[in-house]
């Protein structure tokens, strides 16, 4: 790579760089503000809120890619055009290919990188997240109790607990439970702690009393110093993760199992997701080439691009929200899966297309007049 291409790669690497890590900061921002759910509601630790948030960011990374691509590449290009680098870079006889090169190597190299997030980080990181929230939904701990409210996990179970520390015990429980044959039971205790006892989970209740009322009115009162209270019926020994379209790899996306029965109803959504996964790389390289429209596809002015800019931003947009219909499409229309690549591919034709209009103007010789011509002779 010569001298020229290596400074016009870096003076795009940087901005590149610069605004993916502001645009990914204000997407993980959004993340973690619906995440905090985990802390306020099921009082998960500040760990499990950072490796849900972080696990999220492949995604949020290939949403932002493209838009980062395009400012950047509109703030250097910019300011490169305007301070008469690349005005130069023609008048020194270097074509337009040979200009447009270092930033079309680099929107290709993205579009690698987010296409290898896409097929093997992306669906990594989901299933591990999907696992996380699975379990964190399985915390008896968080599902039975919620500190100062009467909460019902199952019919005919009513559970209190006046405060719940960072560890899950429970201070001053108390529990209402009417059983299958009609008798009423309640329990009190002054901590309670949810634990496993032969692979089962318990309740272990301590320094409390019971009192049951039978169907014939009979009391039973009992004070324990400890009290096991099975919590099997709470839990569903039959769940299995379910993963998503988004969780899923490549191959599971287009050669889905149909003898299970949601794949098979589902068969078009995982089909639109596998061909969204291998064309929105695209969209970085159709990003940059339409910057590069907007400030090589026209002449040269020194009051800058400000209406062009504009105009090719609104095209951007407007590109990247028919992308997102198409593919909303795809999941009704199984042949509608071929616009999604076509529209990142037209895009980026017709940006080239501007860049390469307008012929590069190289500067003229002067003349010689023919009576100094004769003087000389």
Known sequence: MRLIDRYLLRQLLGPVALATAALTGVALLSQSLSALELIVNQRQSAGVFLKVTLLAMPQLIDMVLPIAVFVAALVALNRLHVEQEIVVCFAGGMSRSRVIAPAMRL???IAFVALVMNLFVQPAAYREMRQELFRVRADLASTLVREGEFREP???LTVYAQSVDGAGNLRNLFIYQTKDDGSVATYTADEGHVARQLGRPVLIMRKGSNQEFSREGVLNFLTFDEYVFDLAELTD???LIHYKPADRYLHELFFPDL???????NR???????HARLSTPLYNIAFMAMALAAIIGGGFSRLGYGDRIAFMGAAAAMVRIVGFIVQAACEETAWLNVLQYAVPLAATAVALRAVFRQPVSKPSRPRRRPGRLAMTT
């Open 237 to 239: 020994s039959g769940a």
């Open 259 to 265: 003898q299970q029965d949601w794949e098979r109803r």
């Open 268 to 274: 078009l959504d995982l089909l639109a997701e596998g």
């Open 107 to 109: 929107a290709c190299t």
């Open 154 to 156: 199952v019919p005919g």
